[in-house]
C-alpha cells in the first residue's frame, strides 16, 4: 500500500468514526431531496405516493434539523422513530424490485421503485441518528466468533423452512407436476407474465430463479451466525484470511428481513383466514383454490420463518461485530462472547473473592 493509499484509508476511517456527528446533517439533506422527488411525482403525476412522500420527506428535515440545531432530545428521538418507521413502511417490497432486475425483468414503475429505494436509504439514516448519541465510536475490531446456540437454532429453522419451497420448484423446473399444475403450465405461466430471457433460460435447465434465490439466503443466514461471516474462509480465493466488511452482509440481510418478515407474517394471518373460509381465496393460475392455498402455505411459510430468523440473526451480526473501544479493555471484555473471552477473567468470574484480592489484574 502506498503513501497516498495509506493516508486515504486514515481520512476515510477518521470521517467513518465521526459519523454521529455527521450523520444528522446527512439525514436532513436526504429528507430535504425525498420530499423535492416527491412533490416532483406529485407534479408529474407519476404513480408513486407524491404528496405522502412529501409529508414524509417535510417530517424528516424538521426533525433531523432540530436535532442538528438543539441536540437529540427524549422527544426528537421518539419524532426520528416514527419518521424511520413510516419511510420503512414506504420502502416495503424493495427486495422484490431488486429480485425482478436481477433476473432482467423490468419493475412495474420506475418512480415507485425510486421511491423505495429512497425511503429505505432514508429509514437507515433516520435510524443512525436516533441512536447517534448512544452508540460507542468504538475502534477495536473484535475477535470472530459464532452467535449463541439459541440463535443458530434458529437459523436452521429458517433454513429447514425454505426445504419445501425449494422442491417444489424443482419439481416444476424438472417437468413435474404439483398441486395439480405440470412445470409445462408453470413455464407457459412465467412467459405470460412477461418473465425474462435469464429466467425462462434457467427454467429450461432444470434451475428455477428463485430456488436458487433461497439457497443464496440461506447462505446468507448462516453467514451471519457462523465466524467464517466475519472473515472470510480458506474456500474464499483471493480473499481468505481477510475482515469482511460489516455492511456486506447486514445491507441484504435487513433488506430481506425488512421485506420477508412482515410479507411472511401477515400472509400466514392471510392464509389463516382462506383456510378458515373466512376470506376467498383466488385460485389464480392453477386449478383449484385448494391448489392455490397448498402452493401459497409453502411459500408464505418459509418467507415468514425465514425472514424472522433473518432478523434475530442480523441483530446477533451485529452485536458481535460492533467496534469497541480501545481505551476501556474491561468494557470489551465484557462485549465478548463468554467462550471468547481470556481464561483469567472466567477465572475470576467464578471466584467469589477475587475483588478482595486485587481483582484480575494480578
Same mark, same amino acid.
Not at 50 to 74: F, K, R
Not at 274 to 281: E, F, I, L, R, S
Not at 304 to 318: C, D, E, F, K, P
Not at 319 to 324: A, G, I, Q
Given at each position: 500500500m502506498t503513501g497516498a493509499e495509506r493516508t486515504t484509508k486514515a481520512l476515510w476511517s477518521a470521517w467513518?468514526?465521526?459519523?454521529p456527528h455527521w450523520v444528522p446533517r446527512a439525514t436532513a439533506l436526504w429528507a430535504v431531496l425525498y420530499a423535492a422527488f416527491g412533490l416532483a411525482c406529485a407534479l408529474s403525476g407519476a404513480s408513486a405516493p407524491g404528496w405522502a412522500v412529501v !409529508?414524509?420527506?417535510?417530517?424528516? !428535515? #424538521?426533525? #433531523? %434539523?432540530?436535532?442538528?440545531? +438543539?441536540?437529540?432530545?427524549p422527544a426528537l428521538r421518539v419524532l426520528l422513530w416514527v419518521v424511520c418507521a413510516l419511510a420503512g413502511t414506504i420502502a416495503f417490497s424493495l427486495l422484490m424490485d431488486v429480485i425482478t432486475l436481477v433476473l432482467g425483468q423490468g419493475v412495474d414503475s420506475g418512480a415507485s421503485a425510486a421511491n423505495k429505494a429512497l425511503a429505505a436509504v432514508g429509514a437507515v439514516l433516520l435510524a443512525a441518528t436516533a441512536r447517534s =448519541?448512544?452508540?460507542? $465510536?468504538?475502534? $477495536?475490531?473484535?475477535?470472530p466468533s459464532a452467535a449463541p446456540r439459541p440463535v443458530q437454532l434458529i437459523s436452521l429453522a429458517g433454513t429447514l423452512a425454505f426445504v419445501p419451497y425449494v422442491g417444489m420448484k424443482l419439481v416444476w423446473a424438472? &417437468?413435474?407436476? *404439483?398441486?395439480? @399444475?405440470?412445470?409445462?403450465? /408453470?413455464?407457459?405461466?412465467?412467459?405470460?407474465?412477461?418473465?425474462s430471457g435469464i429466467f425462462l433460460t434457467l427454467e429450461s435447465w432444470g434451475l428455477d430463479p428463485t430456488a436458487l434465490l433461497a439457497v443464496l439466503g440461506v447462505f446468507l443466514l448462516w453467514g451471519l451466525v457462523r465466524p467464517w461471516g466475519q472473515v472470510f474462509p480458506r474456500w474464499a480465493? *483471493?480473499?481468505?484470511?481477510?475482515?469482511?466488511?460489516?455492511?456486506?452482509?447486514?445491507?441484504? %440481510?435487513?433488506?430481506? $428481513?425488512?421485506?420477508?418478515?412482515? +410479507?411472511?407474517?401477515?400472509?400466514?394471518? +392471510?392464509?389463516?383466514? %382462506?383456510?378458515? =373460509?373466512?376470506?376467498? /381465496?383466488?385460485?389464480? =393460475? *392453477?386449478?383449484?383454490?385448494g391448489d392455490a392455498l397448498l402452493v401459497a402455505w409453502? &411459500? @408464505?411459510? %418459509? *418467507?415468514?420463518?425465514?425472514?424472522?430468523?433473518l432478523t434475530i440473526a442480523a441483530r446477533s451480526y451485529w452485536l458481535r461485530t460492533r467496534p469497541t473501544d480501545r481505551s476501556n479493555p474491561q468494557a470489551a471484555q465484557r462485549q465478548l462472547p463468554h467462550s471468547r473471552r481470556p481464561h483469567h477473567a472466567l477465572d475470576c468470574d467464578r471466584s467469589k473473592t477475587w475483588r478482595s484480592s486485587g481483582g484480575c489484574g494480578r
Amino acid at each position: 500500500m502506498t503513501g497516498a493509499e495509506r493516508t486515504t484509508k486514515a481520512l476515510w476511517s477518521a470521517w467513518w468514526r465521526r459519523w454521529p456527528h455527521w450523520v444528522p446533517r446527512a439525514t436532513a439533506l436526504w429528507a430535504v431531496l425525498y420530499a423535492a422527488f416527491g412533490l416532483a411525482c406529485a407534479l408529474s403525476g407519476a404513480s408513486a405516493p407524491g404528496w405522502a412522500v412529501v !409529508a414524509v420527506g417535510v417530517l424528516g !428535515a #424538521s426533525v #433531523s %434539523a432540530a436535532v442538528v440545531w +438543539y441536540g437529540l432530545g427524549p422527544a426528537l428521538r421518539v419524532l426520528l422513530w416514527v419518521v424511520c418507521a413510516l419511510a420503512g413502511t414506504i420502502a416495503f417490497s424493495l427486495l422484490m424490485d431488486v429480485i425482478t432486475l436481477v433476473l432482467g425483468q423490468g419493475v412495474d414503475s420506475g418512480a415507485s421503485a425510486a421511491n423505495k429505494a429512497l425511503a429505505a436509504v432514508g429509514a437507515v439514516l433516520l435510524a443512525a441518528t436516533a441512536r447517534s =448519541d448512544r452508540l460507542p $465510536a468504538g475502534t $477495536a475490531v473484535r475477535e470472530p466468533s459464532a452467535a449463541p446456540r439459541p440463535v443458530q437454532l434458529i437459523s436452521l429453522a429458517g433454513t429447514l423452512a425454505f426445504v419445501p419451497y425449494v422442491g417444489m420448484k424443482l419439481v416444476w423446473a424438472s &417437468g413435474g407436476t *404439483f398441486a395439480g @399444475i405440470s412445470g409445462e403450465e /408453470m413455464l407457459a405461466v412465467s412467459e405470460r407474465n412477461g418473465a425474462s430471457g435469464i429466467f425462462l433460460t434457467l427454467e429450461s435447465w432444470g434451475l428455477d430463479p428463485t430456488a436458487l434465490l433461497a439457497v443464496l439466503g440461506v447462505f446468507l443466514l448462516w453467514g451471519l451466525v457462523r465466524p467464517w461471516g466475519q472473515v472470510f474462509p480458506r474456500w474464499a480465493p *483471493f480473499l481468505r484470511g481477510r475482515r469482511v466488511p460489516r455492511w456486506l452482509p447486514l445491507a441484504p %440481510a435487513l433488506l430481506g $428481513a425488512a421485506t420477508l418478515a412482515p +410479507y411472511g407474517v401477515l400472509g400466514v394471518g +392471510y392464509l389463516a383466514l %382462506a383456510t378458515a =373460509d373466512v376470506v376467498t /381465496m383466488r385460485r389464480g =393460475d *392453477f386449478h383449484s383454490s385448494g391448489d392455490a392455498l397448498l402452493v401459497a402455505w409453502i &411459500g @408464505i411459510v %418459509a *418467507f415468514a420463518v425465514h425472514g424472522i430468523a433473518l432478523t434475530i440473526a442480523a441483530r446477533s451480526y451485529w452485536l458481535r461485530t460492533r467496534p469497541t473501544d480501545r481505551s476501556n479493555p474491561q468494557a470489551a471484555q465484557r462485549q465478548l462472547p463468554h467462550s471468547r473471552r481470556p481464561h483469567h477473567a472466567l477465572d475470576c468470574d467464578r471466584s467469589k473473592t477475587w475483588r478482595s484480592s486485587g481483582g484480575c489484574g494480578r
